[in-house]
């Protein structure tokens, strides 16, 4: 009987199994070989030898570690930023009464907008034209402060805006997902609380946080492979030669490895792969190792 | 600590966007003496809730004023007032271990107060074992029933000796056998600490069996207040005697006529009231059958649950929602002629209410 159902379970997921195992599986192999093969060529199947080689040279390619360097930058700036910013937004929005939902509805506005939509906003902001400083030079020349080239300028000036946009467009989700955790939480355990004596502090770091910890665990560690994914938001704002920009990150140099101007090289493009999927899998490790500790599943 | 409730008024606006005011207190004046459990009874949705959190100061009245002692405490914040309290989900922090839990709040101690930890920990402990959980400490609250689940909040509220107790339906999440040990767990633990307690019940039973006072409460008005036995024996009005007893007391529509009361054409029994149009309210104790009684019933059947042996029988002029149950001796003798009962009334059983304003006559 035992093993009848067991069959009858497998074959209920023999089509997500089959999908799974075309589309990323045999993918994720094939992915691992080439990283290891040298000088592999699609076109002739053929490779000139097996070992670290690739590994060795993305290691040294002076893109690569600025890629790897504009990520990590990306990621430890945006993943706290974001959801602390969205934590904020959200007790805000939970503690207020009158157009509660008003604004709840504004800040999720981004979430559905089209990301055009946004870009533009993103240039009306930051763009230099020959017609206009960007709306932020204006702002800063207002107070005294000469203007700033934030999309072809200095280093810092591109980061701030590739991160400041990054934020905003991660933003919503976020504060979706808290508001409701927040709005989850039994009203009972503040009330016991205040009759307590319990201070505001406390309340949070004692009450709010380990109840909605899981909701922020979640937000969290998708925030850190989603920002360790990121390539279509830098292309959108700094155009597709990120090398020359000096503003490419992991997922771009793959890209370009692949198919960019200096492309054709399958066997860097999955050793560049390679080294992003163990740097996800080591923070995602860490992340859940952490977790443990700290999260509170009801 | 005695509590004083002085023309306490709670009005909300109505949830349901027709803005329309809800009293959920109605001018509520009077005074719970010290140290004794005082059940808070009344249906779901008259406001016992609201009193509750009116007096901890989680809700600010409308009007009136609340005295602990001779202490104005209407305008303090609910954590300067000295109140513990148990919510009816109990509201223990998942999170924490039944020892966290209970060192709560004295932990949000401050300045002069603040203890050592080990003062605290010998604190919970005590408190811990009032109620019967001290090997239960290291414990998450999903680790333990639901009596047990209970017994921590009633820890929790007791671990800074609060000057008053509140109990908001404590014991309606539990089963029935678990209620029965419970209640009487309160009682002794309330008995233990001499701490002044109010306990808000529907189960009228639930009240009438661990209080030392009852306060029926309908529709944010307050009813009657007493012993038990007494408001049981001497109901104020057809309300409270509707909702005192189990089963449930017959209610019959009737008149006075020179100074005899009338249930249809039977004249039960006599009174001392001027003529008017009345309701009858009979305990199903109240009836003794008799061959030559003056009430008339058409017999329906017997039923015996348990200790009680009950006669369902059938009267035009009964109101209640259900048949007209008399719980008799089971050595009574029983006449039944053509499916015809008579009884005779215990007079201090039957209680007359006017028809016009209910209350008794
Ligand atoms: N915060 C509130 N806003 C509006 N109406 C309320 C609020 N709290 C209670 N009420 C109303 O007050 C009445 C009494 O409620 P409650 O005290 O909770 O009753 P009980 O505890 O006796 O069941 C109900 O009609 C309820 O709908
Ligand atoms: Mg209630």
């Known amino acids: 009987m035992y093993n009848r159902n067991n069959l009858k379970g497998w074959l209920y ?34 490779y000139t030898g097996v070992g670290l080689y690739n590994y060795s040279y993305i290691l040294h390619d002076p893109y690569f570690l600025q890629a790897v360097k504009n ?7 945006t993943v706290p930023l974001s959801t602390g910013i969205a934590l904020l937004i959200s007790l805000a929005l939970n503690s207020i009464k009158k157009l509660k939902d008003l604004f709840q509805t504004v800040f999720f506005l981004p979430y559905v907008t089209n990301t055009l939509a946004v870009g533009l906003v993103f240039m009306i902001l930051f763009k230099k034209t020959a017609y206009t400083e960007g709306l932020i030079n204006l702002l800063l020349n207002s107070v005294g402060i000469s203007s700033v080239d934030f999309i072809e300028g200095p280093y810092w000036a591109k980061m701030f805006v590739l991160c400041f946009y990054t934020i905003w467009v991660v933003l919503p989700f976020k504060i979706l997902i808290l508001t409701s955790a927040l709005a989850s939480v039994n009203k009972d355990y503040y ?66 490895m692949l198919y960019g101007n200096s492309g054709g090289y399958p066997s860097f493009a999955s050793a560049a792969a390679l080294v992003l999927f163990a740097i996800v899998l080591t923070i995602t490790v860490i992340n859940l190792l952490v977790s443990r500790k700290n999260v509170h599943y009801q | 600590m005695k509590i004083v409730l002085e023309h306490l008024t709670k009005q909300f606006i109505s949830r349901n966007s027709s803005s329309e005011i809800v009293t959920a207190v109605n001018d509520f004046d009077f005074e719970i003496p010290d140290g004794k459990l005082v059940g808070l009874l009344g249906p779901s949705g008259c406001g016992k809730s609201t009193t509750l959190n009116l007096i901890c100061g989680l809700e600010v009245p409308t009007e009136g004023k ?47 107060q603040k203890l050592s930890k080990e003062v605290m920990n010998e604190k919970a402990l005590e408190a811990a074992r009032l109620v019967q959980i001290d090997t239960l400490m290291e414990r998450k609250p ?31 999440n539990l089963d029935a056998r678990l209620r029965l040990q419970t209640r009487e767990q309160i009682r002794r633990i309330q008995k233990e600490t001499g701490i002044t ?47 005192l007893g189990t089963p449930a007391i017959n209610v019959f529509e009737g008149k006075i006529l020179d100074h005899k009361v009338y249930i249809g054409e039977d004249a039960v029994m006599d009174t001392e009231a001027e003529d008017q149009d009345i309701y009858v309210g009979i305990r199903p104790e109240g ?38 149950r008399v719980i008799v001796d089971s050595d009574d003798e029983l006449n039944n002629e053509n499916g015809i009962i008579r009884f005779n009334l215990k ?15």
């Not at chain 1, 199994?17 to 080439?34: E, K, N, T």
């Not at chain 1, 990520?71 to 700036?77: E, G, P, Y």
């Not at chain 2, 007079?347 to 006559?361: A, G, M, Q, R, Y």
């Open chain 1, 191 to 256: 009330n016991v609380a205040r009759i307590d004596g319990t201070s505001k502090l406390r309340i949070f770091t004692r009450i709010t946080l380990p109840m909605i910890s899981p909701s922020l665990f979640y937000l969290i560690i998708t925030g850190f492979i989603g920002a360790f994914k990121a390539y279509s938001d830098v292309v959108a704002l700094f155009g597709t030669d990120l090398n020359a920009a000096g503003m490419n990150t992991i997922v771009g140099y793959v890209y370009d």
């Open chain 2, 142 to 172: 999903s680790e333990l029933s639901g009596g047990q689940q209970q017994r921590v909040a009633i820890a929790r509220a007791l671990v800074k000796t609060p000057g008053v107790l509140l109990l908001d339906e404590p014991l309606s």
């Open chain 1, 71 to 77: 990520t990590f930058i990306l990621v430890i700036i």
């Open chain 2, 197 to 243: 307690t109010i306990f808000v019940t529907h189960d009228q039973e639930e009240a009438m069996s661990i209080s030392d006072l009852i306060i029926v409460m309908k529709e944010g008005m307050m009813q009657q207040m007493g012993k038990p036995q007494e408001v049981y024996n001497h109901p104020a009005n057809l309300f409270v005697a509707k909702f």
């Open chain 2, 66 to 112: 609340i005295y602990f002692g001779d202490l104005d405490v209407t305008a303090l914040p609910p954590e300067n007032r000295g109140v513990g309290m148990v919510f009816q989900n109990y509201a223990l922090y998942p999170h924490l271990t039944v020892r966290q839990n209970i060192l709560f709040p004295l932990e949000n101690l401050k300045g002069e």
């Open chain 2, 287 to 324: 009836f003794i059958p008799d061959r030559n009684g003056k009430f008339n019933c058409r017999f329906d059947r017997i039923e015996t649950t348990g200790r009680d042996t009950s006669i369902v029988c059938h009267n035009d002029s009964c109101i209640s929602d259900s048949d007209i």
């Open chain 1, 13 to 46: 997921l023999l089509p997500a199994l089959a999908f799974i195992s075309v589309f990323m599986i045999y993918p994720l192999i094939d992915v691992f070989v080439y990283s290891f093969e040298e000088n592999y060529n699609f076109a002739s199947q053929s």
């Open chain 2, 347 to 361: 007079p201090n059983k039957t209680h007359l209410f006017s028809k016009k304003d209910e209350t008794v006559i």
